[in-house]
């Protein structure tokens, strides 16, 4: 099999449904071997990738806990050999309640910055040690444009994308001896698995999205994944420390 990402290996926390696996399922297109990761079960999202041809592991990792990460990052590199791309894609996101900020309890905001921005930093720095040994890596942080656009009613969540950004362009400075790249993919709202089951909570937004966006339709996973390849391979090789938006022309910044 030939591709973009031969003889690379990636992990995607989050990856047992959504746009998680759907990275997962182009990269290994892509003719990468694959570890998905998550707190909820990867054995389905394993085997349709196996049954296309894939070379693909799933273990359980709560990001939220560096022991975990790093018993996660150690089997990989056991499996493959060692790893070359990052994408901290797991994140508290679709069941999180549309709510003021005055109504937002502090647990509920520690937890989303827990799994958000905790749970990249600790696989960031889980793996990092496994990227030097390879010479060089990629890290794709999950952001969003909510976060761009100041979207009202998840203020935890939008504020945890918010850093991912800041978190993406200081890291990138950090680890560019180390011919580690970090870059952010901010995606707009995307009809994902979870987003599309809860139609009943985004169907305002999704309308608002569609007429801000110059490419007037609904955005699906499909969408993100020139991008994430993109930011994964060596054709971005010489780009470190950005924010991609694929957002169908929404964010006008
Ligand atoms: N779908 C969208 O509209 C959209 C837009 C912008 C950004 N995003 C981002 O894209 C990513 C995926 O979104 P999605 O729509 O596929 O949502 P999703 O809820 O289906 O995917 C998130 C995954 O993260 C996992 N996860 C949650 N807590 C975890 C933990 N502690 N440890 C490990 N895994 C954990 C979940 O189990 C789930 O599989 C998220 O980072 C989200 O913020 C999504």
New binding site residues.
Partial sequence: MSGQLNNKVAVI??????????YAMAFSKEGAKVCI????DTSKKVKEITENGGDVIGLP?????LS?CHSMVEKVADRFGGIDILV????????LPRRTFLDIGSEEWNNVM???VR?SFNCSKAIVPELRRRGGGSIIN?????ALKGIPYTLH?VTS?GAIMAMTRALARELGDDNIRVNSL??????????AAADNT?APYNEASLRGRALKRE?V?KDLIGAAIFLASDGSSFMTGQTLVVDGGDVTN
């Fill in positions: 926390t989050g990856g047992a449904r959504g746009l998680g696996a759907a990761s998550d707190v909820l990792c709560d990001v939220t806990d975990s901290n894609n797991a994140a508290m996101f679709v069941d827990a799994v958000n749970g999950i952001s969003s444009s909510t969540y994308k901010a995606p707009g709202l995307t009809m994902s698995e979870a987003v985004f955005q996973p």
